[in-house]
């Protein structure tokens, strides 16, 4: 009953530095969806998928590459890291149509 | 340009209590609504949603209203507990392929005394 997994949970990165975020779902949901959680800002979209090898921008996708080879699995990539990115991320999934998306635990980066 | 605001970032009731949290929006496309709730070092958590079809829904303690002329709505709680102290945020998404997109509120800091 694992549902939404991120990892890692924490990570330091230093300016330029590039990394992946994982995650992954076992409900076999069709969108998955990365958000960034700033204070003050609520959870802004960063990159959308609806399916296996579909994928889009959201609201904030500068300097975030995404990827969608199978169902389960949505990995973040930061190509070069910039302290502006230091956040807190959730990944997130659900069903195509109205519903809720159920959240990962999230991953706090600093990028120093 | 935020499509979805919540005004109040924090708001403290006494247990017992009912607590009422806001959210306005300004997207017309917006036919789906989410609230939202966080609890620190945690993923958001789902309460409740309502479609632009209804005006209200209620899932026990919680009971959602939607205004769609006034592009508002609001999350009751009663009766209020100290384990509801958390963030609530509210989401919206559009239909179609949009579902899966989310617009969150900034949030509110909700906290219930004893």
């Known amino acids: 009953n694992a549902g939404v997994t991120q990892t890692p949970k924490f990570q330091v990165l230093k300016t330029g530095q590039s990394m992946t975020l994982q995650c992954a779902q076992d409900?076999?949901?069709?969108?998955m969806s990365w958000y960034r959680q700033d204070p003050g800002m609520g959870l802004r979209l960063i990159h959308y998928s609806v399916g296996a090898g579909i994928t889009d921008q959201g609201e904030v996708p500068n300097g975030y590459n995404v990827s969608r080879s199978t169902t389960e699995d949505f990995p973040l990539r930061l190509l070069s890291a910039a302290p502006s990115q230091t956040s807190v991320y959730f990944c997130a999934s659900s069903y195509q149509g109205p519903g809720e998306a159920f959240f990962g635990q999230g991953t706090r980066l600093t990028v120093v | 340009d935020q499509q979805v605001k919540q005004n109040s970032p924090s708001l403290s009731v006494q247990e017992g209590r009912i607590s009422i949290l806001n959210c306005d929006y300004t997207?017309?496309?917006?036919?789906?609504f989410l609230w939202y709730k966080k609890y620190p070092a945690e993923g958001p958590t789902f309460l409740i949603s309502i479609s632009s079809i209804k005006d209200k829904n209620e899932d026990g303690r919680f009971t959602v209203f939607l205004n769609k002329s006034a592009k508002h709505l609001s999350l009751h709680i009663v009766p209020s507990q100290p384990g509801d102290s958390a963030v609530y945020f509210c989401?919206?998404?559009?239909?179609?392929?949009?579902?899966?997109?989310?617009?969150f509120g900034q949030g509110t800091i909700l906290t219930v005394h004893p």
């Open positions: 409900m076999n949901h069709e969108y």
């Open positions: 997207n017309s496309m917006f036919d789906y």
């Open positions: 989401a919206a998404s559009a239909g179609g392929t949009s579902y899966g997109k989310l617009t």
